[in-house]
């Protein structure tokens, strides 16, 4: 069994692309984290002038607690959107990153299905239990992720339904 030069350069150009979808994935994710920490710090700059603002614009001290107080509700709004935000961001970059798993796993699977077809053809007489034994491995190692993908699936869904839980509006 031999792997010719053309198949092992396309293997490495697989990888490749897979790494690069990999950390474009990756620096898009982290763009648009930068982008919403930049918003969120300007929004913040700005809302504490206001508030200072309503504050040392009040007549008696009862009115600048009341201006404090109208202040807190509205952060605490914006905490809690900031904080869905990045839930969101990084939930999506989670479902491209295992989309991206899962499809290169099946390549991989369909790659060692060729190559034990192959090795099944041109291997010696009596390696049938040897290419068996493989065989097995290999069937369970899918199990084993198809396991795995299924419990981060469920794992995903019940953080989704947690968040979605806790920043609901009452």
């Known amino acids: 069994m031999s792997i010719n030069t053309e198949q092992f350069s396309a293997a490495n150009r697989a990888t490749v692309d897979s790494l690069l979808s990999v950390a474009n994935t990756a620096l898009a994710s982290a763009e648009r984290i930068a982008a919403l920490n930049l918003n969120t ?10 508030g200072v603002q309503s504050v040392l614009g009040a007549k008696d001290p009862q009115a600048a607690l009341a201006a404090q107080k109208a202040l807190a509700q509205p952060a605490v709004e ?86 979605t839980a806790a920043t609901r509006k009452k």
């Open 41 to 50: 710090a300007r929004a913040a700059l700005e809302d504490t002038a206001s």
């Open 78 to 163: 914006k905490a809690v959107a900031y904080s869905r935000s990045v839930y969101e961001i990084t939930s999506q970059t989670q479902q491209e990153l295992a989309k991206m798993v899962e499809a290169q796993f099946g390549d991989f699977q369909k790659n060692v299905a060729s190559m034990l077809e192959l090795a099944g053809k041109s291997a010696p007489a009596g390696s049938e239990s040897a290419i068996a034994v493989i065989q097995n491995a290999i069937a369970a190692a899918n199990s084993a992720f198809g396991n795995m993908s299924a419990v981060a699936k469920q794992f995903s869904e019940a953080a989704q339904a947690n968040m």
